[in-house]
């Protein structure tokens, strides 16, 4: 009696699932795609049932016929279930590749809590003390699970069945499985263990403690024992133990005593646009909007040339220290002293987006959009009669007294009551004697304690009109639908020059990794999943060619990180709009390595190494007998390991004869400008992804 | 002759009286014999061995002359006098030792002195230029720079005098019979030199000096901000004044004027890199240590760096981060592979087995009458791993038949 190794059943548990709650509803519904179309409909999603977003987001789907289902044992189990009480709602999520979910509906067995509690206490050791509502519903869940798993592996013995787990809310199934001798393969990945997360917020010097920490103690202290006794059980009873980075598998290794087995990267789902050059138009498109809001913001003080002005901008989770909003203050003050010594003409808005505690937007601001407004509508109205003019005179001449063709004398043109209603306007404008255009755009509840203001009135950067670095802080989401500066989040990006996200603590850091898809240049740090991941993929200093700008907050002490984030920055000002137009290409191109279809093929090996443990004969038996070694295993997944090279220079097009002719000026696969060279632009970066249109049927043909 | 002198009258002050010696001995003009480094000891240090071989030796080293004196025991006349006054001026009570600042009168070897507290800085060479400033002063004549809280009396850590053993003796009377104003030296040395305290009954007198020898820091004055700019080339020497001395506060502690606190500290670790790399003294070790968090000594550490550096040590909304800020995680080593290797080691989890003090959990469920710690078995007495089907709770489990096709690690 064995399992079919190669056409195993995969099965997906979170509690994001169809719910959108953090970070994994992103990873689970941008990486459904390429999962749904590598497995079909051997593909399942579990989660809990949240009766909002099920509305919102599963199409239902009659799980009492069997057309619906594609393994019929997966419907037997849920029968089985359901007759003992169990409810859920079996569906399609509506998302690209549209998955089917299997959602359970923890109320209908609420009952089993306290069995179920005292069940984990004994064959695990985990304690679960009464009114954490978080870990009973974990519990629940994973029990579930654990139910269904069971049914299916007993009535399902053809199939090898894979079950994948995010975070510890989903974990509690996986020492059941081990401990019941339930026949699935388990993975477990974290996207950030709990303690790291607790400490951080804490703020203590993690990284140089992370050997030192009395993990147990830590746990108890902040009352989380119980959850972290789960999170480490899953860890260590799954199959293959899995993190987000290499950061984070390090602390996992410390925190939770066992070393990941390998490293499954967050990917994104890289839209292409058709035209090279479209994702440039949209940033020239959005940062018109932004350039709209910066007239209302600056009114009265408006002394600075938009054509020189540069965005750059922090976003996330208000976690001051976590995020490095800190070290961007303080190095936006440097860099204010810099650019005002060197006497630059370049200005520079920095925009801090983090939502913290507010009572809505100051009358300030609201006021300052309301009179640019007035002004454009007023000179909009103004126009027309002067256009109306204009015409009336040219049909006149040259009769009744119209001496000349054309109006002379702007008298003619203007009339005193127009004048009247401008000047208003332009007077509305001024700003009270003594103030200055504020920072926030918001009413902040704790204004005084707030780590960001306090920070800013330590550097004194009140965007003076001598300051040549204003400051922005936007202490709300950002959406389409606000009444000032109404973007969505990924129409702002597009808007602004650069991303800045000098994080401490930032297990993967899916915002630089948004921006690198859209053609958006960010700072990074190698103490962030991402930065340590591109660190490790393109090569060394030739990152920041392709606007990945990695600051070092490992070797470096605070002081010397802000320094290099300052030359970073100040290095980024200096550019001229060619060389930004240029990088902007370099990094879109990046976008390719983001991509699920790329990023997906770690969590085919982990799959793999999974099924190679539970499963060591039938393993050998399919590759032929040989043993494998980590070098086929890359080959297997079809992912040749190639670092991203320095850009390849390469002579100029025959058109640019000057350029050649200087024989130094070199362009760079970001200098091309047509489509033609574009659409051969793979082959300036080595990449040599091997994953194309009919990859993923080449993974499947590796099973 | 000339004397620069400074005093060091107890072990908490040895990094600033090191650094003052280290920084004065790169100003002197090499050769010249015009200005002697003299250092008044309290004897109690080198008798009680407080200081240490290594800091004595390199005190020797640094200085040209070493005097000892007796400290002025706390049942002398002198002290109990101003034991109240001294109370009022918080809990310094080792001001009382300044006293020993009187002993300068004595040092009838030089012409004049120039006595600098040991929490100063001079900033470069131009601070001797203060002895153009009394070219002719006389014994009833003290040189001194107005005290920022009080422009009318003088600050004494930085002053001029001319040793006289007469004066020292009308200076001991009066301290014996006076009270101080602040309780301790500044006061009686104002009481004595200031005609603004003694209304003319003396003949004695103060010689103004320019602020710029003796800046006062923290300055709470509105003026102070400016100032120090506009003034930014001529300061000659920087004061840390209050109980937020340098090298108590690590190289961070101020949010004062980092500038010159920043400076102090570079001058001080070249110090310490110089003279104490071997063989290090235990007060001076823990300072580098704690500051810089660095390993100077391989001892038994691990304990204490977890007591000190668990909480980052910058704070943006006070200053900008410090120099000598150690690195944030040059000990993560993220090359490490994490590969897909098909070797699955099993680890024993034991995460339960330790008896954990959490203060959220009453009790667990499944043995309410006992705690955590007594109910779970030690990792010794259970032996690893050894399979036992646990009772059924699922319905399937009820199918004993069924033998699972995969293998697992623990079997």
């Known amino acids: 009696m064995t399992r079919d190794i190669v056409n195993h059943l995969l099965f997906e548990v979170a509690t994001e699932v169809a719910n959108k709650v953090g970070g994994i509803y992103s990873v689970l519904k941008s990486k459904a795609p390429i999962t749904c179309k590598q497995y079909g409909l051997k593909y399942l999603l579990m989660g809990p049932l949240n009766p909002q977003s099920v509305q919102i987001e599963v199409e239902p789907v009659d799980w009492e016929d069997e057309a619906n289902f594609h393994v019929k044992e997966v419907q037997w189990s849920l029968r089985s279930m359901h007759n003992r009480g169990v409810r859920f709602t079996y569906g399609r999520w509506l998302i690209d590749g549209a998955p089917m979910v299997i959602l359970f509906d923890l109320n209908s067995v609420r009952s089993y809590l306290n069995e179920w509690k005292a069940d984990l206490w004994e064959i695990a050791g985990i304690p679960s003390p009464e009114g954490d509502f978080e870990t009973s519903d974990a519990i629940l869940l994973g029990y579930t699970v654990a139910w269904f798993l069971g049914e299916l592996a007993h009535m399902n013995q053809t199939n090898a069945i894979v079950a994948h787990f995010h975070e510890w809310l989903a974990g509690v199934a996986i020492p059941l499985c081990r401990k019941r001798r339930i026949d699935v393969v388990t993975i477990f990945t974290t996207h950030a263990t709990l303690l790291g997360r607790y400490l951080c917020a804490g703020n203590v010097d993690f990284y140089n403690n992370l050997d030192k920490f009395d993990v147990d103690a830590e746990a108890g202290k902040r009352g989380i024992y119980h959850r972290y006794c789960i999170e480490r059980a899953a860890a260590h009873s799954s199959d293959v133990f899995t993190t987000v980075s290499q950061i984070t598998a390090y602390e996992s290794e410390y925190l939770l005593k066992r070393k990941p087995d390998g490293i499954l990267p967050n990917g994104l789902n890289v839209v292409k646009f058709q035209a090279v050059h479209e994702f440039q138009n949209l940033h020239a498109l959005k940062k018109e909007k932004i350039n709209d809001f910066i007239r209302g913001h600056f009114h009265g003080q408006f002394d600075f040339d938009l054509e020189k002005t540069l965005y750059f901008f922090i976003a996330g989770r208000y976690e001051y220290r976590n995020k490095g909003a800190d070290m961007f203050i303080e190095s936006l003050a440097r860099l204010n002293h810099r650019l005002k010594a060197s006497g630059s003409k370049m200005t520079v808005v920095a925009f801090i987006i983090m939502p913290a505690k507010n009572k809505s937007y100051t009358i300030d601001e609201l006021g300052g959009q309301a009179v640019v407004r007035q002004l454009e509508n007023s000179v909009k109205d103004v126009t027309q009669l002067i256009s109306k003019r204009i015409f009336e005179h040219a049909m006149r001449y040259p009769h009744n007294g119209t001496k000349t063709e054309i109006p002379t004398s702007l008298d003619e043109l203007l009339k005193p009551s127009d004048k009247v209603q401008l000047k208003k306007r332009v007077f509305a404008l001024r700003r009270p004697e003594g103030t200055l255009p504020p920072i926030v755009t918001h009413n902040m509840v704790e204004d005084a304690t707030d780590p960001v203001l306090n920070q800013i009135r330590r550097v004194q950067l009140f965007n003076n009109s001598y300051d040549r670095v204003k400051i922005i802080f936007h202490p709300a989401f950002l959406n389409a639908n606000n009444p000032i500066l109404s973007l969505d989040y990924d129409e702002f990006v597009r808007g602004c020059h650069l991303g800045v996200f000098p994080s401490y603590y930032e297990p993967w850091g899916y915002t630089p990794a948004e921006c690198t898809v859209m053609g958006i240049p960010s700072i990074t740090t190698n103490l962030s999943g991402f930065g340590a991941y591109m660190e490790d993929l393109i090569e060394k200093d030739q990152a920041k060619d392709y606007g990945i700008y990695i600051v070092d907050r490992r070797f470096k002490n605070p002081n010397e990180s802000v320094e290099q984030l300052v030359d970073y920055m100040e290095d980024f000002v200096h550019k001229t709009r060619r060389q930004r137009i240029n990088q902007r290409n370099r990094t879109e191109r990046l976008s390719d390595l983001l991509d699920w279809r790329r990023m997906g093929l770690e969590y085919v090996k982990a799959r793999q190494l999974a099924l190679r443990r539970a499963y060591p004969d039938e393993f050998k038996e399919l590759t032929g007998g040989t043993e494998l070694d980590d070098s086929n295993m890359d080959t297997l997944a079809g992912n040749p390991k190639v670092k991203v090279a320095r850009p390849l220079s390469v002579p100029g097009s025959p058109k640019d004869s000057r350029a050649s002719s200087v024989g130094a000026v070199m362009m760079t696969p970001g200098d091309l400008g047509t489509l033609q060279d574009a659409n051969n632009a793979d082959d300036y970066f080595h990449l040599s992804m091997g994953v194309d249109e009919d990859a993923e049927d080449d993974e499947q043909s590796n099973y | ?411």
């Open chain 2, 1 to 411: 002759m000339l004397g620069v002198v400074t005093l060091l009258y107890s072990s908490d002050y040895l990094p600033g009286t090191l650094t003052l010696a280290y920084q004065l001995r790169k100003l002197l003009p090499k050769g010249s014999h015009e200005k002697k480094l003299c250092l008044i000891l309290s004897e109690e240090l080198v008798e009680e061995g407080q200081l240490g071989d290594t800091a004595l030796n390199v005190l020797e080293t640094l200085f040209d002359e070493i005097v000892q004196f007796k400290p002025i025991g706390l049942s002398d006349p002198i002290i109990k006098q101003n034991q109240i006054n001294l109370m009022m001026l918080e809990n310094r009570s080792e001001l009382a030792f300044t006293f020993l600042k009187l002993h300068l009168w004595e040092l009838t070897q030089y012409d004049k002195v120039l006595y600098l507290d040991s929490d100063v800085l001079p900033l470069d060479s131009d601070i001797f230029k203060i002895f153009d400033h009394v070219s002719s002063q006389t014994s009833d004549q003290i040189a001194a720079v107005p005290d920022c809280g009080w422009p009318d009396l003088f600050n004494s850590g930085v002053m001029v005098i001319k040793p006289n053993k007469e004066k020292y003796k009308e200076l001991h009377d009066m301290a014996t019979k006076e009270l101080s104003i602040d309780g301790a030296d500044q006061g009686i040395l104002n009481q004595f030199f200031n005609p603004m305290c003694h209304d003319g009954n003396r003949l004695t007198e103060w010689i103004r000096l320019p602020f710029f020898y003796n800046v006062t820091s923290p300055n709470a004055g509105y003026q102070y901000s400016p100032a120090i700019k506009f003034f930014a080339n001529k300061l000659k020497l920087v004061h840390f004044i209050g109980k937020n001395k340098p090298w108590k506060h690590g190289s961070t502690g101020g949010i004062y004027n980092d500038k010159y606190r920043n400076q102090w500290w570079s001058l001080y670790m070249e110090l310490c890199q110089q003279y104490f790399q071997s063989e290090l003294d235990i007060d001076i070790d823990q300072l580098c240590r704690k500051t810089k968090g660095v390993n100077l000594s391989s001892d038994d550490r691990s304990e204490e760096i977890l007591a000190v550096n668990t909480t980052p040590s910058w704070n943006p909304a006070a200053e900008p981060p410090s120099k000598y800020l150690p690195a944030e995680a040059p000990n993560l080593n993220i090359a490490k592979s994490y590969n897909w290797e098909s070797e699955l080691v099993v680890i024993p989890d034991d995460t339960p087995m330790k008896p954990v003090k959490d203060t959220s959990i009453k009790e667990p469920i499944a043995s309410s009458d006992t705690t955590i710690g007594d109910v779970i078995p030690s990792v010794e007495e259970e032996p690893l791993p050894h399979y036992e089907r646990p009772k059924p709770i699922f319905p399937w489990e009820l199918n004993t038949d069924y033998k699972p096709s995969r293998v697992f690690p623990d079997d």
